[in-house]
């Protein structure tokens, strides 16, 4: 695979795109639902999972042509996050909250799973 400048390009812009649309949908759920339990960065990631997967059921996990790198590498990047996940849980761990940062693990891990999996069957993907 060669990343030439489009490439780049792409990834970037879609990282932005995605990164964003993280932004807000954190912000919603966090106005919505409170600061007790990071819902916002659950809801990115198991929506992100679950667009990955019917991406991937669509088009294979090639990726080298330039639709993959804008909306998976790129934009469903952006959106999605393990460092947010990973920080969340370890603030919740640190203020004494231990069974929620083991519920946020216990649910995002697995559920995230689940999505990728409903999304590539959503998507029309082989078993």
């Given at each position: ?25 954190t912000?919603?759920m ?15 990631n ?18 080298s042509t330039?639709?993959?790198?804008l ?49 590539w ?7």
């Open positions: 695979m060669t990343w030439g400048a489009t490439s780049l390009l792409l990834v970037a812009m879609g990282g932005a795109l995605g990164g964003m649309a993280r932004l807000a949908v912000e919603l966090s106005h919505w639902l409170g600061h007790r339990f990071p819902w916002g960065t659950l809801l990115a198991l929506s992100g999972a679950l667009a990955l997967g019917g991406l991937a059921a669509q088009m294979g996990t090639v990726g330039l639709v993959w790198q909306l998976a590498v790129g934009g469903l990047g952006g959106y999605t996050t393990v460092s947010s996940l990973s920080l969340q849980t370890l603030t919740l761990w640190q203020a004494g909250h231990r069974h929620r940062a083991v519920a946020n693990m216990l649910v995002t891990v697995p559920a995230g799973v689940g999505a990728v999996a409903l999304g069957w959503l998507g029309g993907g082989q078993a």
